[in-house]
């Protein structure tokens, strides 16, 4: 018998070493980043680099903060969300649906697949034409390009989850008389969840590149449109306060991916 006494202080102490991993990954983290654009300041101010090439860490700053600020920024960063978000959420759905119910038609499964390969193997971007053209100028293409590529992605991921089920284990309920909806409800999608996971982490990127691409095509707002603008009038540092604005939403998306990943282990 394990004495209660003993696990206690085991687990309290295995709480403290986690929480102290956790905050010196935050320090290294917060130290690197530091480093870098300390660095990359210095090497302005001492004649290394130029500040028309590559901007100024201090000047993007002062970039940031006026336009955080006078609200161009929110604007900006507030089109290009809901244009990923939307699209993040409408491609990962349809295409993980679709993917895993391929799994209950193998015949189906057999003739789409050449087709979503060769999809796949086309560069994304290069639809983004074709889209706004069908969907017009305004945000809907750009909802449209990032639902196109995450579906894509969501899809086969979900699909090849489904194939990598225990054929063993499936053989087995369907000799305890298991239907096939029941095998699919309690084995397949269950068993399909890492790969499912896998596809929503990839496509923060995706959709974040495909609503970004549509912006740099053709659009008003957005910080697609505002890196794009800003590169052509050599506004260096209005450049990095896009890029910068885009890397905090991909980590903002992350951090719900992550959640969703914890609520969905069974």
């Given at each position: 018998m394990v004495d209660a006494t003993t696990t206690a202080p085991n687990k309290a102490e295995t709480r403290t070493k986690q929480?102290?991993?956790?905050?010196?990954?935050?320090v290294y983290q917060i130290g690197l980043l530091v480093g870098i654009l300390g660095f990359w300041e210095a090497g302005i101010r001492l004649g290394y680099l130029e500040a028309y090439i590559y901007g100024v860490p201090s000047g993007v700053a002062?970039?940031?903060?006026?336009?955080?600020?006078?609200?161009?920024?929110?604007?900006?960063f507030?089109?290009?969300?809901?244009?990923?978000?939307?699209?993040?959420?409408?491609?990962?759905l349809l295409g993980t649906i679709s993917g895993l119910l391929l799994w209950l038609s193998p015949l189906w499964a057999r003739v789409l697949h050449p087709y979503m390969i060769a999809l796949n193997g086309v560069p994304k971007i290069a639809l983004a034409p074709l889209i706004i053209v069908w969907f017009g100028l305004g945000m809907e293409s750009k909802i449209a390009i990032?639902?196109?590529?995450?579906?894509?992605?969501?899809?086969?991921?979900?699909?090849?989850?489904?194939?990598?089920i225990d054929s063993d284990l499936i053989r087995l309920l369907q000799s305890l008389g298991a239907k096939p909806l029941q095998i699919f409800r309690i084995v397949v999608v269950p068993?399909?969840?890492?790969?499912?996971?896998?596809?929503?982490?990839?496509?923060?990127?995706?959709?974040l590149i495909g609503a970004v691409v549509g912006e740099y095509i053709s659009a008003e707002e957005g910080l697609g449109h505002k890196v794009y603008y800003s590169g052509q009038l050599y506004d260096l540092n209005s450049v990095w306060v896009g890029i910068f604005s885009?890397?905090?939403?991909?980590?903002?998306?992350?951090?719900?991916?992550?959640?969703?990943?914890?609520?969905?282990?069974?």
């Amino acid at each position: 018998m394990v004495d209660a006494t003993t696990t206690a202080p085991n687990k309290a102490e295995t709480r403290t070493k986690q929480t102290s991993f956790r905050v010196r990954v935050l320090v290294y983290q917060i130290g690197l980043l530091v480093g870098i654009l300390g660095f990359w300041e210095a090497g302005i101010r001492l004649g290394y680099l130029e500040a028309y090439i590559y901007g100024v860490p201090s000047g993007v700053a002062s970039a940031f903060a006026s336009q955080l600020l006078d609200g161009s920024l929110l604007r900006h960063f507030w089109v290009t969300g809901q244009e990923v978000v939307i699209g993040f959420l409408i491609g990962s759905l349809l295409g993980t649906i679709s993917g895993l119910l391929l799994w209950l038609s193998p015949l189906w499964a057999r003739v789409l697949h050449p087709y979503m390969i060769a999809l796949n193997g086309v560069p994304k971007i290069a639809l983004a034409p074709l889209i706004i053209v069908w969907f017009g100028l305004g945000m809907e293409s750009k909802i449209a390009i990032a639902a196109i590529i995450t579906f894509i992605v969501a899809f086969l991921q979900a699909h090849k989850g489904t194939q990598q089920i225990d054929s063993d284990l499936i053989r087995l309920l369907q000799s305890l008389g298991a239907k096939p909806l029941q095998i699919f409800r309690i084995v397949v999608v269950p068993g399909s969840l890492p790969w499912i996971v896998s596809a929503l982490r990839l496509n923060v990127g995706f959709a974040l590149i495909g609503a970004v691409v549509g912006e740099y095509i053709s659009a008003e707002e957005g910080l697609g449109h505002k890196v794009y603008y800003s590169g052509q009038l050599y506004d260096l540092n209005s450049v990095w306060v896009g890029i910068f604005s885009l890397m905090i939403m991909a980590l903002m998306l992350e951090v719900v991916v992550s959640w969703i990943e914890k609520k969905l282990q069974w």
